[in-house]
């Protein structure tokens, strides 16, 4: 299926200005912004692009930084569920991103889905000195300073990259990460992005009566954990067999991880917002 890739600005003046920006990928839609300088939030849509999960949320992180946007969220929302009205009943991934002047913008690309292959047998992902700036911000500068790292493991067939800092395993470039030692599932706190779909996954797992604790992994202890995984907006959980050299538990997904990927797909079905607000 071909990837399709639009942009617009959303203006002051409440008009949408399409981008003629040829582009394969939302990180290269990003990079051609006229002023790209800023922060944004990635998320696929549900229910034929009419839901999201923890869209305000998403958007939240987005207008908080910002002391003047030029529009407001409920605006926003209003435009978005309109522009994803050429791609239903299909579903789509979107980038919002807003600058630090406050100007906003939305990239939209038609929704592809992992191989169920992914899910079954998990990937490999490998650590990197690479940090984040500001952890808590997700800045539009990182995609640029991790350019390289991406081409890298794209090359190299690995499917993450993991944030090392101070010998700790902290993040994915484009995701959390989780580990399961001794059946209780842990995740770092401390210098890393809080996404949102982190905080549905603990909630999940919380509900399942999984003990979840904050605690980053030590990179000489990878040898000893049982599972582990990674999540996103747009990927839901993954689970993660190999990192660096070193393999996971049974090299497989383990029971943990496997119900957790279950039970958070029948969670985002049912709990993801509506697009358009409610006036």
């Known amino acids: 299926m071909k990837i399709m890739i639009q942009a617009w600005q959303i203006t002051q003046t409440k008009n949408i200005n ?19 300088d800023g922060y944004y939030s990635t998320f696929r849509t549900f229910d034929g692009c009419k839901r999201a999960l ?19 969220a409920s605006f926003l929302r209003r435009q978005l569920f309109t522009l994803l009205e050429p791609l239903r009943p299909d579903e789509a991934r979107v980038r919002v991103i807003m600058t630090k002047q406050g100007q906003a913008y939305i990239a939209i690309a038609s929704f592809k889905q992992l191989p169920r292959e992914i899910y079954e047998t998990g990937v490999q992902v490998e650590t990197t000195e690479l940090q984040r700036e500001h952890p808590r911000l997700k800045s539009t500068s ?9 081409k890298h493991i794209a090359h ?15 993040e994915g470039m484009t995701s959390n990460f989780f580990y399961v ?8 706190q401390d210098d890393i992005l809080l996404g949102v779909t982190r905080k549905t996954v603990i909630d999940v797992a919380r509900g399942r009566g999984v003990e979840v604790r904050y605690e980053s992994l030590k990179q000489d202890k990878l040898a000893d954990i049982d599972e582990a995984f990674i999540t996103s ?26 119900e957790l990927m279950s039970v958070y797909e029948a969670y985002v079905i049912e709990k993801a917002e509506k697009i358009l607000p409610v006036e």
């Open 233 to 258: 907006s747009s990927r839901g959980v993954v689970p993660v067999i190999k990192i660096d050299s070193v393999t996971i538990g049974q090299g497989r997904p383990g029971p943990i991880t496997i």
């Open 156 to 170: 190299e067939g690995i499917f993450e990259a993991l944030l090392v800092k101070n010998g700790e395993i902290l």
């Open 18 to 36: 399409k981008l003629e920006l040829g582009a394969s990928s939302l990180d290269e839609i990003t990079r051609q912004l006229p002023d790209p």
């Open 142 to 150: 990182f995609i640029g300073r991790s350019d390289s790292e991406r």
């Open 54 to 72: 923890g869209l305000t949320a998403h958007l939240g992180r987005l207008y908080e930084p910002v002391d003047k946007p030029d529009v407001s």
């Open 181 to 188: 030692k001794d059946n209780i599932l842990h995740t770092a």
